[in-house]
């Protein structure tokens, strides 16, 4: 009922979306990390997402489901593009910041958090060689497989987010693993 209300204060008043952004934006960029592990990637397609949010918050229907779910799947598409391409070039948020008075993010606790993700990737080397055998699959398994290991979501929710039956999601995420076992073998 929360972001159901949020939701209609930010087609009412634009500004409110901050409220959003604050609440989701660690939620996205860690999804977004674990896919691409690249800090400054992450940071662009975080943001192209979260822009891509603000232009489009008009069409947002309430659906009794979390405002989440949408984002994953702006998220989804936004690192389904940036595999895509060879360059990946974010509209700029620029003329937002200039016309909407929006604040830059403090570069210090940027580079915090930063050296805070660095620190627990270097930890896990086992969660980096997955990584990088996960970036060989399909971009339908490793978002499957992302949202379900890195994200803990149920196969509902993630049913939801890929806009696929939860039988189509249980059978990528079991072909997903074995192809996994079979590149980690």
Do not use: C
Not at 81 to 110: A, C, F, H, N
């Amino acid at each position: 009922m929360e972001e159901e209300q949020l939701i209609f204060q930010i087609k009412a008043e634009p500004l409110k979306f901050g409220i959003l952004f604050d609440k989701f934006y660690p939620l996205m960029f860690r999804y977004i990390y674990n896919r691409t592990l690249n800090f400054g990637v992450s940071q662009e397609i975080a943001s192209e997402t979260f822009l891509k949010a603000f232009l489009n918050i008009h069409m947002f229907k309430w659906r009794g489901v979390s405002v989440s779910f949408w984002l994953y799947r702006i998220a989804n598409n936004e690192v389904g593009q940036y595999y895509r391409k060879v360059k990946y070039r974010p509209s700029s948020i620029d003329q937002l910041i200039e016309t909407r008075g929006w604040d830059y993010v403090d570069p210090k606790s940027t580079m915090e958090d930063k050296n805070a993700l660095e620190a627990e990737v270097e930890k896990h080397q086992n969660y980096k060689l997955i990584q990088e055998k996960m970036r060989l699959l399909g971009i339908y398994y490793q978002e499957a497989l992302a949202l379900r290991y890195f994200e803990k979501r149920s196969i509902k929710e993630i049913a939801i987010i890929l806009g696929k039956p939860e039988g189509t999601v249980k059978s990528l995420l079991s072909r997903a693993l074995a192809q996994l076992k079979i590149m980690l073998s």
